[in-house]
T-cell receptor, first 114, second 112 residues
Framework: AQKVTQAQTEISVVEKEDVTLDCVYE???????LFWYKQPPSGELVFLIR??????QNEISGRYSWNFQKSTSSFNFTITASQVVDSAVYFC???????????FGTGTRLKVLA | DVKVTQSSRYLVKRTGEKVFLECVQD?????MFWYRQDPGLGLRLIYF???????EKGDIPEGYSVSREKKERFSLILESASTNQTSMYLC???????????FGQGTRLTVV
């Protein structure tokens, strides 16, 4: 079975706190791709990152960082020094190689309080 | 920048009406998608199109149909709208398999 689990339904933090959003996936495929998207209140999903299963290097982009661990089937997303503008729903998604589908998690709603 | 445009942000329709949701992308992408988003359920795939006039059913196609007569346009049709189709509908496009998809701003449809 292929599945993406985002166990945290909603997280609230105070501005400037660090926050980690968890993503755990299941797949039997050896080659697959993982994604993170941000959905602000405006509604449009915004692409954040794509990672293939052979690249386990962590990635940092400004205040955002991603930790991919194949051994635990996790692809976690950390926001450092959170800001109110980070308030959104964040989705993790899996796409096995050669398939057209994305398997989305149910999303984590992040509220950053001023 | 890739632009995916959905024709309406908000729609209110009556039960039994035929409803058309339009989506246009400007990046010559091969693949286009229609998703439905409901609280607690995430995004569920309704239909996928991999080329003009080609389509695949997604996870929840019942009550919906699609049309892709031109590469840039992908339409979702509710043949006879029902109240359980009240939802947020998201269109997306992507260049090729396993790359990232780009989403429209969503259409919030209410069926009364």
């Amino acid at each position: 079975a292929q599945k993406v689990t985002q166990a945290q339904t909603e997280i609230s933090v105070v501005e400037k706190e660090d926050v980690t959003l968890d993503c755990v996936y299941e797949t039997r495929d050896t080659t697959y791709y993982l994604f993170w998207y941000k959905q602000p209140p405006s509604g449009e999903l915004v692409f954040l990152i794509r990672r293939n299963s052979f690249d386990e290097q962590n990635e940092i982009s400004g205040r955002y960082s991603w930790n991919f661990q194949k051994s635990t089937s996790s692809f976690n997303f950390t926001i450092t020094a959170s800001q109110v503008v980070d308030s959104a729903v964040y989705f993790c998604a899996l796409s096995p190689r050669g398939t057209y589908k994305y398997i989305f998690g149910t999303g984590t709603r992040l509220k950053v309080l001023a | 920048d890739v632009k995916v445009t959905q024709s309406s942000r908000y729609l209110v329709k009556r039960t039994g009406e035929k409803v058309f949701l339009e989506c246009v992308q400007d990046m010559d992408h091969e693949n286009m998608f229609w998703y439905r988003q409901d609280p607690g359920l995430g995004l569920r795939l309704i239909y996928f199109s991999y080329d003009v006039k080609m389509k695949e059913k997604g996870d929840i196609p019942e009550g919906y149909s699609v049309s892709r007569e031109k590469k840039e346009r992908f339409s979702l049709i509710l043949e006879s709208a029902s109240t359980n189709q009240t939802s947020m509908y998201l269109c997306a496009s992507r260049a090729v398999l396993n790359t990232e998809a780009f989403f429209g701003q969503g259409t919030r449809l209410t069926v009364v």
